[in-house]
């Protein structure tokens, strides 16, 4: 009886095993016709187009416009480059390249300005972040995406562009004739403030690949010039709409000795996938440093102004950041891959896989960095500071941040007068590190 008993168990365990591969191969099936349909249909739309729209059609351009409408239902920042966007990107990133100089994204199907870049083309002629761009050469931008967009908005240098601008505040909109220069992102500007000049000021404007580089011989010639009295530091991070990862990491490693910078995870599976960690070498050596922020402020200016927030190693200044805390990947992909019709080149797709978190463990996604001390610009009668008004939460499609109760909206506005001396969050950071000097003076001349 016992050995039958056994022989029963041992049936009954393969007919347990043989149902539970049934039932997982079942599923498995099922999830294979589910997207072979959704391949047939792609296909079935695709030939329907080719033989019965009424114009002739380029398959490769309905597949790349068919992608971008894949990536843009995601979020605002999902895209797919050509191999000739591919390529312009990568100049981007170098810090020099043809066209308007200003950084944008998509809203309601209209281009939205984030912030001019300083000292180019658009700044000179007014462009301010905030502002909706309507019409390229009275061409309506309806119906184009972003990359497609871009493209249009670059060209020759000394060729003539007249955009459309729709502004908060004004009626009606307006045309702005703009000749388009090689934009040669400036990075770095530094000068000394302060009655007594005792403040550096560094002005960073984007993060290319030369950000860090320069900052640090800027710094360095601040600190050893006899010449120079340094006794505390600006950062001034203000409509600086961000760039490399790596530059904010070597950026923010400039005044951090010790601590994470920054770490990137997806919520989806509740794990980090990347820390970032800072190494011993604060340049200024402990002395005071106040980081200036706006709604202009994003990406990789969010990840420093987080990361020297968070390290109780900068005050910062200004108003809450953009809020842009969610990381894009580049992937290189051929376009045989995607059923284009020639691989001799390499486009990518920019995809959103990860968000940003500050050291203390929060999300910059849809939230942005809030500043210790808190400060408008004062703006004329004939302004509307709304009109400035810039961040992630006015996105469409944007990513929610997961850990926040309640829809808070990120960003402020990217206003900063060109007057310097109007320019009230500039007059509030040098009053507040004089005063900090002016005790660091008494207590060395004490002892």
Do not use: W
């Not at 589910?34 to 059609?57: A, G, M, T």
């Not at 000292?119 to 184009?144: C, F, M, W, Y």
Request: hydrophobic share 35%; glycine share 8%.
């Amino acid at each position: 009886m016992k050995k039958i008993f056994k022989s029963d168990k041992k049936i009954l365990f393969l007919i347990l095993t043989i149902c539970a591969m049934s039932f997982l191969l079942s599923k498995l099936n099922a999830a294979e016709t589910i997207s072979q349909e959704n391949k047939i249909l792609i296909e079935s739309v695709i030939e329907l187009v080719k033989n019965e729209y009424i114009d002739e059609i380029n398959e490769d351009e309905i597949i790349e416009s068919a992608i971008n409408g894949m990536l843009q239902s995601l979020d605002p920042h999902s895209i797919y480059f050509s191999p000739e966007k591919f390529k312009e990107l990568k100049n981007d990133t170098k810090g020099e390249f043809g066209g308007l100089g200003i950084e944008v994204t998509m809203e309601k199907g209209l281009i939205k300005v984030i912030s001019p870049i300083d000292g180019t083309p658009a700044q000179k002629r007014g462009v301010l972040g905030g502002d909706l761009i309507t019409h390229i050469n009275k061409e309506s931008i309806l119906g184009k995406n972003l990359s497609e967009v871009v493209t249009l908005m670059r060209g020759k240098p000394k060729t003539n562009i007249e955009i459309t601008i729709v502004r908060d505040g004004i009626e009606n909109g307006f045309d702005l004739l703009i000749t388009r220069e090689i934009i040669k992102i400036p990075g770095i500007l530094v000068r000394v403030e302060g009655d007594t000049k005792d403040i550096g000021y560094l002005r960073v404007s984007a993060f290319n690949e030369r950000t860090a580089k320069r900052l640090y011989k800027e710094i360095l010639n601040f600190e050893i010039n006899p010449l120079n009295k340094i006794e505390s530091y600006i950062l001034d991070l203000r409509r600086n709409p961000g760039g490399l990862l790596s530059q904010a990491i070597e950026v923010s490693n400039l005044f951090i000795d010790k601590g994470q910078i920054v770490s990137t995870k997806r919520p989806r599976f509740d794990a980090t996938i990347s820390e970032y960690r800072a190494k011993k070498g604060d340049l200024i050596s402990g002395k005071p440093l106040l980081v200036m922020v706006n709604g202009g402020s994003a990406s990789a200016s969010e990840i420093v102004a987080g990361a020297l927030q968070d390290n109780n190693r900068a005050i910062i200044l200004g108003t809450k950041t953009f809020g842009k805390g969610s990381v894009q990947t580049l992937f290189p992909i051929k376009k045989n891959k995607l059923f284009f019709s020639s691989d001799d080149k390499l486009g990518a797709v920019k995809l959103t896989t990860a968000e940003y978190f500050t050291p203390s463990g929060k999300s910059i996604q849809a939230r942005g960095i809030r500043p210790d001390i808190r400060i408008e610009q004062e703006i004329g009668n004939d302004m509307d500071l709304d009109s400035f008004l810039v961040g992630e939460t006015q996105l469409n499609k944007y990513i929610e941040n997961k850990e926040s109760q309640s829809k808070l909206k990120s960003g402020s506005s990217a206003y900063i007068p060109k007057d310097k001396n109007k320019d009230v969050q500039l007059i509030q950071a040098i009053d507040i590190l004089s005063g900090l000097n002016r005790e660091i003076t008494k207590r060395r001349n004490l002892k």
